[in-house]
């Protein structure tokens, strides 16, 4: 596995869900960090304050919305202040919305591409210019399941994950001899607010109940009929970091349940 220490990585998104667990497990390779996302300002410096007492590395909370390109930028200049230089970029921010496609909010559209996809485009454009001039540099995205197959009423969603693989093969090819990897990680059904937030709209566009949708729609999807955990994405992001990880890049990994295998 990866050793970080003197390292500094950018995980957008970290303060819930699959993106703590990436910070965690980034700190607990010796990373300093920057944390980024929504949520009770409390709750955000307990977790910061934990990241730094629990592994013993340096972690600063930057406040970008992922839907405000100048706040991305502000987002990786506070890395490069704090730290010297951002080495390992994580775009994980994201957002889910469930409506048949005609009903689709277009707003919800929108933020949906912003924060999911072109997150990541604006990320990835500050931190290139620093990880191509010190010749090594990660760049994992959070893509989905949803980034090779599709589910319906999820129109927004499956475009940006779709999206977000096409991009991310498109900068590794780019960075090919540079000492930067870009991939992407592909998770199942992962346990987190964001699915459980969709819940109750899944029951309505499919008439379902509750336990209907978690056993027939979200552990169906899954041949093992198990979610996958965040550490267990996190554990391969931090593969990822690693010298063994070194040729590895544009690549999409799933780790899905054996869902797209199917
Ligand atoms: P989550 O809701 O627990 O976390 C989402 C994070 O994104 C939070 O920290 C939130 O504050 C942040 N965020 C949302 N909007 C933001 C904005 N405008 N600016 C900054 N931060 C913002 O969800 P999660 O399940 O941990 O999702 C993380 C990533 O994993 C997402 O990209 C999601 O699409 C992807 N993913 C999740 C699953 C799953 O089953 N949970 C499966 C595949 C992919």
Redesign the pocket.
């Known amino acids: 596995m990866a050793t970080l220490t003197g390292k500094t990585a950018v995980v957008?998104?970290?303060?819930?869900?699959?993106?703590?667990a990436y910070a965690r497990a980034l700190a607990g390779a010796g990373a300093n960090l920057v944390i980024?996302?929504?949520?009770d300002a409390d709750d955000i410096e307990r977790e910061r304050a934990g990241l730094e007492r629990d592994f013993g590395v340096t972690a600063v909370y930057s406040p970008?919305?992922?839907?405000k390109p100048a706040e991305i930028a502000e987002m990786v200049a506070l890395g490069e202040r704090t730290f010297g230089a951002v080495d390992i970029l994580v775009n994980?921010?994201?957002?889910?919305f469930v409506s048949p496609v005609e009903d689709f909010p277009v707003e919800k559209w929108d933020a949906i591409i912003a924060?999911?996809l072109s997150?990541a485009f604006h990320g990835i454009r500050a931190v290139v210019p620093g990880m191509k001039k010190r010749g090594w540099g990660r760049i994992i995205n959070?893509?989905?399941?949803?980034s090779l197959v599709a589910s319906p009423f999820k129109s927004a969603?499956v475009a940006a994950?779709h999206g977000i693989a096409g991009l991310t093969k498109t900068v590794a090819l780019e960075l090919a001899t540079s000492g930067v990897t870009c991939n992407c990680i592909?998770?199942?059904?992962?346990?987190?607010?964001?699915?459980e937030?969709q819940i109750p709209d899944t029951m309505k566009a499919r008439n379902l109940s509750k336990e209907q949708v978690i056993n027939d729609v979200l552990l169906h999807a899954q041949p093992t009929k198990q979610f996958?955990t965040?550490e267990q994405v996190a554990e391969l992001a931090l593969f990822l970091c690693s010298d063994a990880a070194s040729q590895i890049t544009g690549a999409n990994l799933s780790m899905d349940g054996g869902w797209t295998a199917a």
């Open positions: 957008t998104g970290s303060t819930s869900g699959i993106g703590l980024n996302g929504m949520g970008a919305d992922m839907l994980n921010a994201g957002i889910q924060i999911n997150s959070t893509a989905s399941a949803h969603y994950k592909s998770p199942g059904y992962v346990w987190t607010p964001l699915v937030r996958v965040v």
